[in-house]
C-alpha cells in the first residue's frame, strides 16, 4: 500500500464524524460524494482525486468548526493544496488550491450561481472575499489549474446530500496510487 494511501486513509479514520461546517453532510461523506461525481462524469484520475480531496485541508486543521463558528476562514484551499503538492502532481494540487477562488469567481461571472448555494456556503463566501472583481476574474482564469477548479466546485456544491450512498475510500485507492508522488 502507497505511503501516501494509508496517509489519507488515517485522516479520514480521524475525522469520520466530524461535521461540514455548517453542512447537511459529514465532511469526509461529502469528501467521497465529490469524488463519486467527478468519476460517474468520466473525468480522469487527477481530477477524481483533486475532487475527492479537495476539502483534506479541513482535516489537516485541527479546529475547522471552531474557526467557522467564530468567523474565521482558517484557508482549506491553502492548506490542503500545499499538502497535496508535496505528495501529488500540480494537476491535483492547483485545482484545490484555486477552488474557493472557483466559487468566487463563479459567482461574479454566472448570475444564477449565488442562489443555489447552501446557505453554509453563502456564509463563507463573505469571509472568503465575496465575489471577485474584474481585474481578480482575469488573474483567476489564467492561473495553472482554474478550468479544472471550477469543475470541482460545481461538483462540491452538488455533493452536499445527506444520506446519499457513496463509494469507499478504497475504491479510490488505485487512482489515488497511480498518482501519488512517493518520497524518499
Ligand atoms: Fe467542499
Redesign the pocket.
Known amino acids: 500500500m502507497s505511503r501516501v494511501f494509508s496517509e489519507i486513509e488515517l485522516l479520514f479514520q480521524e475525522r469520520i464524524a466530524e461535521e461540514y461546517l455548517g453542512e447537511d453532510v459529514k465532511l469526509v461523506e ?1 469528501m467521497l460524494q ?1 469524488g463519486d461525481l467527478a468519476r460517474v462524469t468520466g473525468a480522469p484520475d487527477y481530477l477524481i482525486v483533486a475532487s475527492l480531496l ?2 483534506i485541508g479541513h482535516l489537516l486543521v485541527e479546529d475547522a468548526e471552531d474557526g467557522h463558528a467564530s468567523g474565521v476562514d482558517l484557508r482549506h484551499d491553502f492548506v490542503g493544496a500545499q499538502w497535496l503538492e508535496e505528495r501529488f502532481p500540480a494537476t491535483v494540487s492547483e485545482p484545490v488550491r484555486l477552488h474557493v477562488a472557483a466559487k468566487r469567481y463563479l459567482v461574479t461571472t454566472n448570475h444564477d450561481y449565488l442562489s443555489k448555494l447552501s446557505h453554509a456556503s453563502v456564509q463563507t463566501l463573505y469571509m472568503q472575499g465575496g465575489p471577485l472583481n474584474q481585474e481578480e476574474v482575469i488573474d483567476f482564469i489564467s492561473r495553472e489549474g482554474a478550468e479544472d477548479a471550477v469543475r470541482v466546485r460545481l461538483w ?1 456544491d452538488l ?1 452536499k446530500v445527506r444520506g446519499k450512498a457513496t463509494s469507499s475510500l478504497a475504491d479510490f485507492k488505485s487512482a489515488i496510487d497511480s498518482l501519488a508522488i512517493e518520497r524518499e
Do not use: G, V
Request: net charge negative.
Open positions: 461529502h465529490c479537495h476539502d462540491d455533493a
